[in-house]
Structures are given as structure tokens and as C-alpha cells.
């Protein structure tokens, strides 16, 4: 049968792999993912009259297989249906509570994080902090401008009854209140900084060594060494 040339052009339009298609060229019934029941029917379509964008309604970009482009293409091979994303489900409040571990104090997050520590959730295509979420979702509206600060000190709680609202400032002053900033921890002398520069050796004599043998944590004695060599250039 000569292929029908008013067919040939016409894109049968995404289907699901399981369900029987219509060869453009031959009209010969079909099952497979293809577009042509064979690849003799694919060759037989005159290079002027295959694809050249994609078949998928309202995406014009260029074409790269079986009437795709690449990125419907992909979606083609992966899940049998062109326009099936992997993941079609969107994240409800009901979802976001089934992170969460209710205690008689902190309601604590199991979910995922972010790599400060604080949890992380992502609700309507945005990414969200956990507590900040909880905050809006129990008052409706969380100022732009303000942060939602824990008075339980605790980053994974999201119990609306720990969680408050504060300028940076506000934020500052309560860790000052509480004695949560960061103290300067390191025991080391002049002369403790100026043997660790000597001793350092990279691969042979680490940080952590040094670290270990004069005392303090390595940001802190680190810090102080840094100081020192910027002190002694000038």
C-alpha cells in the first residue's frame, strides 16, 4: 500500500503506550510506543514532511524523536506518555503534618532540611522553612520583612505555640538574652599560634593534629591563626 500522503504529517497526538494507535503511513493498528508501526513505515516518510517542532499542543521546540522534542521525548520513553511528569502530586497542609512528631512540648520535624539545620518543605512549587510554614498556616500571612523566631531555641520545632515574630534585630537580642551567641572558646597564646604555623605541615602534620594537641576546636584556633599571619605581613 502506497503511503497516503495527507496522513503522513499528521501526528496521531500522545496516547498511552497501552492503548492500540493508528500507523499514519500504512493504517495498519499498532501497540507499540512508536508513532509508525515499523520502521519501514518511519523511513518512508519524506524527509521534507517529518517534525520539525514538537507534536505536544502549545510546545514549539525543535524536534528531536518520534514527533518530540527532547524533553516530551524523554517523558515518552521514561513513562509510556509524553506529558506524564514524575511527579504529578502537590504537597497539601495534610502532607506537610505528616512530618511532623507531636510531643506534649516541641513539635519536632522529621522531614527533610535545609543544610542550616532548619526544616524544609515545599509547598505550592516553593520551597519553604518548616516553622515558617507552620507560622503562616496557623495565622494566614507571614510579613516578608519579619523572621519567625523559636522561643524554644529548637530549629526543628514547628509548634505555633514556640514560634513568634522578630526583626533580625529582635532575633539577635534574644539569643543575647538566652547566651546562645558564640563564645571564643580557644586557649591558645601568641606563642601556641606561632608553633602551630611552624609544625603545619599539609598531608603530614593536618589540622586536625595540631587541633588536638594544643586545644580548642579547629574555627577557633584557625581563626586566630589566620589573624597572626595578616598581623605579621604588615
Known amino acids: 500500500m502506497k503511503p497516503n500522503i495527507l496522513t503522513i504529517g499528521i501526528d496521531p497526538g500522545p496516547t498511552e503506550s497501552s492503548g492500540p494507535k493508528v500507523c499514519p503511513v500504512c493504517q495498519k493498528i499498532f501497540k507499540t510506543k512508536s508513532i509508525h508501526c515499523s520502521r519501514k513505515c518511519a523511513n518512508s516518510v519524506p524527509r521534507n514532511l517529518k517534525h520539525t517542532v514538537c507534536t505536544v499542543e502549545g510546545c514549539e521546540k525543535p524536534h528531536v524523536g518520534k514527533g518530540f522534542c527532547g524533553k516530551h521525548f524523554s517523558r515518552l520513553k521514561r513513562h509510556g506518555n509524553p506529558e506524564k511528569t514524575k511527579r504529578n502530586h502537590v504537597n497539601t497542609i495534610d502532607d506537610f503534618w505528616k512530618h511532623v512528631d507531636k510531643t506534649q512540648g516541641c513539635w519536632v520535624w522529621v522531614g527533610g532540611r535545609f543544610a542550616d539545620g532548619y526544616g524544609y518543605f515545599s509547598h505550592k512549587g516553593k520551597p ?107
Request: glycine residues 4%; aromatic residues 6%.
Open 128 to 234: 519553604w522553612r518548616a516553622h515558617r510554614l507552620s507560622f503562616k498556616i496557623k495565622h494566614d500571612h507571614v510579613p516578608s520583612d519579619l523572621l519567625v523566631c523559636h522561643t524554644c531555641d529548637n530549629p526543628l520545632c514547628v509548634n505555633p505555640k514556640h514560634l513568634f515574630l522578630g526583626t533580625p534585630k529582635d532575633n539577635t537580642a534574644d539569643m543575647i538574652k538566652k547566651g546562645r551567641q558564640r563564645k571564643k572558646l580557644s586557649p591558645l597564646s601568641q606563642e601556641d599560634i606561632r608553633l602551630i604555623l611552624a609544625e603545619y605541615i599539609p598531608k603530614v602534620v593536618t589540622q586536625k593534629n595540631l587541633a588536638a594537641k594544643y586545644g580548642g576546636g579547629y574555627r577557633d584556633w584557625e581563626t586566630d591563626r589566620k589573624s597572626t599571619r595578616l598581623n605579621s605581613s604588615h
